[in-house]
């Protein structure tokens, strides 16, 4: 069966500190893989999503990157933390292929605040 | 492209009353449509969806969902909710040939005893 990981569950960083976020799908390949962010009272927000190994596409422009340097691991990262990226960081997967066609497995969620 | 509209961001009802949650869609053509559930602190779960045929939905949970093209909407139902319905719920869509979901930003529902 699959399942999917993200590490870790929680996080305190400070601001202009780094960030390294990590997502890991396990039972498929070849997976799209999916960053969403939630900030308190809204919805998701898709930030990244990526078809393949070393193919990311942005939603929003922001100080946030990604990367997938494997088939079923994906990475959110950033050089400097603003207060504005505090959230809850969801990975999500689908097997590949059409959006439409698949249903979205999401993982538990990584809780960032940033102080 | 495709968006999606839900008009309630927080709705009430008691324990054991009917539920619908209204979800709103804009898009050319047929849509895959999806409702998923959050727990507090959890990912999302998926509900129930639709891609294409009966346009009644049969879900997880006791819930349904009814696509009407004429109104652009898939509302979710429930005719009597429990405790532990008390949650997020997202409607979803994806057009055809899309590599993503649009979200819509979600109901919180409250349950009163």
Redesign the interface.
């Known amino acids: 069966s699959q399942t999917i990981h993200q590490w870790p569950a929680t996080l305190v960083q400070p601001v202009g500190s780094p960030l390294s976020l990590e997502c890991t799908v396990e039972g498929t390949s070849n997976p ?1 893989l ?1 960053w969403y962010r939630q900030a308190a009272g ?3 927000q ?1 930030l990244f ?1 990526s ?1 393949g190994i070393g193919q990311i ?1 942005s ?1 929003v422009p922001q100080n946030l990157s990604a990367s997938r340097p494997q088939d079923r691991q994906f990475i959110l990262s950033s050089k400097k933390l603003l207060l504005s990226d505090s959230g ?1 960081y ?1 990975c ?1 997967w689908i097997r590949g292929g ?4 698949h ?2 497995y ?4 990584t ?1 960032l605040t940033v102080t | 492209a495709q968006s999606v509209t839900q008009p309630d961001i927080h709705i009430t009802v008691s324990e054991g009353a009917s539920l619908e949650l209204r979800c709103n869609y804009s898009y050319g053509a047929t849509p895959y449509l999806f409702w998923y559930v959050q727990s507090p602190g959890q990912g999302l779960q998926l509900l129930l969806k639709y891609f294409s045929g009966d346009t009644l939905v049969q879900g997880i949970k006791g819930f349904e969902a009814e696509f009407k093209r004429s109104q652009s909407s898939f509302n979710l139902r429930k005719p009597s909710v429990h405790w532990s319905d008390a949650a997020e719920y997202f409607c979803a869509v994806a057009g055809q040939g899309a590599q993503k979901l649009v979200f819509g930003q979600g109901t919180r529902l409250t349950i009163n005893p």
């Not at chain 1, 059409?98 to 066609?101: E, K, S």
């Not at chain 1, 999401?106 to 969620?109: H, K, Q, R, S, V």
Request: no cysteine.
């Open positions: 799209n999916y809204r919805g998701l898709l999503y078809v596409s939603e809850f969801l999500a059409l959006a439409g066609h249903e979205q999401f993982g538990p969620g809780r």
